[in-house]
């Protein structure tokens, strides 16, 4: 089975910066687009970045300039580097990616847990 993990959520005050990481595990082929979404109280889950296994990169218009996804290819990792954090970005940052296992040969998008960012002073 394929699992996403993320990790690097926490407080961090406005203006500040921190690191999110998601690796995918399990028997996996290949991982095609991986991504970051987040869910605000309240509000639905909003895509935040993607980025293709050739690096073709996709933003919210909110987060442009402040944010930037990357990947690990051979890791089967995606990295979304926030700063200059706002009141508006906390949420919880859930990652997703497509991926072709041993399961699924065709492929299909997997969800991590999420990892809560709390913007305060």
């Known amino acids: 089975q394929v699992q996403l993990v993320e990790s690097g959520g926490g407080l961090v005050q406005p203006g500040g910066s921190l690191r999110l990481s998601c690796a995918a595990s399990?028997?996996?082929?290949?991982?095609?687009?991986m991504g970051w979404y987040r869910q605000a109280p309240g509000k639905e889950r909003e895509l935040v970045a993607t980025?293709?296994?050739?690096?073709?990169?996709n933003y919210a218009d909110s987060v442009k300039g402040r944010y930037t996804i990357s990947r690990h290819n051979a890791k089967n990792t995606v990295y979304l580097q926030m700063n200059s954090l706002k009141p508006e970005d906390p949420a919880v940052y859930y990652c997703n990616a497509h991926v072709r296992s041993y399961v699924r040969p065709a492929g299909m998008d997997y969800w991590g847990k999420g990892t809560l960012v709390t913007v305060s002073s």
């Open positions: 980025i293709t296994s050739a690096g073709n990169t």
């Open positions: 399990g028997s996996i082929f290949s991982t095609s687009t």
